[in-house]
């Protein structure tokens, strides 16, 4: 194995943007005032009502299925905010208040702990735990997957290939509430997240809500390895822990799509991380079992193997260096995931099953869409549109091989954890189908590999807002005997009324969007409740020193 130092990126973190935390009711003379840990409470708490909120509305509208096992699809206490109009409506407006309010919480937990040093990573933690302690107890919610990977489960406790079969043939699958969307489709999934979902079957004996418990203890768990990993690779790397656990965790869309949609991404990606900081301290043995593990559990992050290689060398290493811990890293990890493809029988059935997952779903993402009119183009001279179709997306998935090759072999190399990132923004952006959750596989790499400036970050905070909202309005669950288009209208309504208030009119959190009542009048912004724009400029200083 070749030796040398792993490589540092650059020191700093992305530049927080605050807003006033508190009136300014100082004496002249006094000394600012700064944020405490007191002032951290109510963020806290918001966002500890905002996830009770989402789980009390999850009951109404999150996924639960109609199978005969379930044991709340015909509960009396469920019945009435799932059959009833008015508990459709009061649980979607539960779920779409309580999403921005937890980003409102999120937003302000940031500018109340600015200046805190170590505690404020304390409290990051605390917030964490406080929000994802309520989704423990809701239905699966912007998603229906766990399902899917219960089906898969129980393919697997018949003695079927998930690779080689499909959900949909097994009796009764709609019923447990698998997304028709990957009824047809081969699984994505590793040989050691399957064994474990054969297991949750086995152990629920059938039963759905048994099963999603048992599904949301690898949730949690996965929570668990980022909020370790994080910031102690932050802290390695001379960077901001607290910023980079609070950007990447403590987000209220990470929390949601993990805790509460019951996914297995947080586990993963937890896995890829905890790789990097045992590399980073020079456990390196164990740094590629623990990625071999993660990729067990979903393959996609074979994509980051390349840069943990990366990880152990100097950045001027020779290409020489590069292949021989190439060779030495992937001989464990073909090792790790032999022994655990032998010991379900499914081998490397993995492979051909990622090529073709998702083959039976609609493409719309930007490729997808491009490969489709493509294909309509080709089908006007005589040739298939799936067939032309697929030509297209073969093309793009070239070359997001490419952009990863010309990463790993670039001299000097660059940045690991940054271009673990990129590697896997190229395979994100450039496939056909592209999930809102995949988001949340690139900004811990981006956090902890490079600084954010101010539009970055106000950026992302639009874009995980319009995530969530969207993943709300599309997942909703309502019975056939309600318009699911009228309710997803008022959920988007209500949603949308919400984010407006928080970014362009309250106090606290528009100034983060760059709002700041410029343009409105004095008696408008009097009667919005709406401080002067000098005013709030002249606060922010004081309260920052």
């Not at 963020?43 to 109609?66: E, F, K, N, R």
């Amino acid at each position: 194995m070749a030796s040398g130092v792993a490589q540092r990126p650059q020191e700093g973190r992305g530049r927080a943007i605050v807003a006033p935390t508190h009136r300014d009711n100082r004496q002249p003379g006094a000394a600012p005032q700064r944020p405490g840990p007191r002032d951290s409470r109510g963020p806290i708490l918001q966002g500890l009502l905002a996830s009770a909120m989402v789980t009390c509305g999850s009951w109404g509208v999150g996924w639960l299925p109609y199978a005969q096992e379930s044991v709340l699809a015909r509960s009396p206490l469920v019945l009435p905010l799932r059959a009833e109009t008015v508990g459709v409506i009061i649980c979607t407006l539960l779920l779409a208040v309580g999403t921005v309010l937890m980003f409102r919480a999120w937003l302000r937990l940031r500018q109340t702990t600015k200046g805190l040093g170590d505690r404020a990573l304390g409290l990051m933690r605390r917030a964490a735990w406080t929000w994802s302690a309520p989704m423990l107890f809701s239905f699966p919610i912007l998603s229906q997957d766990v399902y899917s990977y219960l089906g898969q489960g129980r393919l697997m406790h018949a003695g079927l290939s998930p690779y080689e079969n499909w959900v949909s043939q097994l009796p009764g699958w709609f019923a447990q509430g698998a997304d028709s969307l990957w009824a047809e489709s081969s699984s994505p999934y590793g040989p050691l997240f399957l064994m474990y979902a054969r297991l949750a079957y086995f152990v629920s004996g059938g039963v759905p809500e048994y099963g999603v418990v048992m599904m949301r203890l690898v949730a949690v768990a996965g929570v668990a390895l980022c909020i370790y990993a994080i910031p102690r690779l932050a802290l390695k790397l001379g960077g901001d822990p607290t910023w980079t656990l609070w950007v990447s965790v403590v987000n209220p869309l990470f929390l949601m799509n993990m805790v509460g949609g019951v996914h297995n991404d947080g586990l993963m990606l937890g896995g890829v991380l905890l790789a990097f900081l045992l590399v980073y301290r020079q456990r390196r043995v164990l740094g590629t079992i623990a990625m071999a593990l993660s990729i067990a559990i979903k393959p996609v992050m074979l994509l980051a193997l390349p840069f943990l290689g990366l990880a152990m060398l100097k950045p001027e290493a020779r290409l020489r260096s590069k292949i021989r811990v190439w060779l030495w890293i992937t001989a464990i990890t073909v090792a790790i995931l032999a022994a655990l493809g032998a010991a379900t029988g499914l081998w490397f059935g993995w492979i051909g099953g990622v090529a073709s997952s998702g083959d039976a779903a609609f493409p719309y993402a930007p490729v997808g869409l491009f490969g489709l009119l493509v294909g309509w183009i080709g089908s006007l001279f005589g040739g298939s549109i799936n067939a032309v179709a697929d030509i297209v997306y073969a093309v793009f998935k070239v070359f997001s091989m490419a952009i990863i090759a010309w990463l790993a072999l670039r001299k000097p190399a660059g940045n690991p954890l940054l271009y673990s990132g990129y590697a896997l923004a190229a395979s994100v952006l450039l496939a056909p189908i592209i999930q809102p959750w995949y988001l949340l596989w690139l900004i811990p790499f981006f956090a902890l590999g490079k600084k954010f400036s101010v539009g970055q970050e106000r950026l992302l905070y639009v874009l995980c807002l319009v995530l969530a909202i969207a993943g709300v309005v599309d997942q909703l669950s309502v019975a056939q005997w309600f318009s699911l288009l009228w309710m997803r209208i008022f959920a988007a309504l209500v949603g949308l009324l919400c984010v407006a208030y928080m970014v362009f009119i309250d106090p606290k959190t528009a100034p983060l969007f760059g709002h700041l009542g410029r343009r409105l009048s004095p008696r408008t912004r009097k009667f919005l409740r709406i401080p002067n724009p000098e005013e709030t400029r002249q606060q922010d200083r004081d309260a920052t020193g």
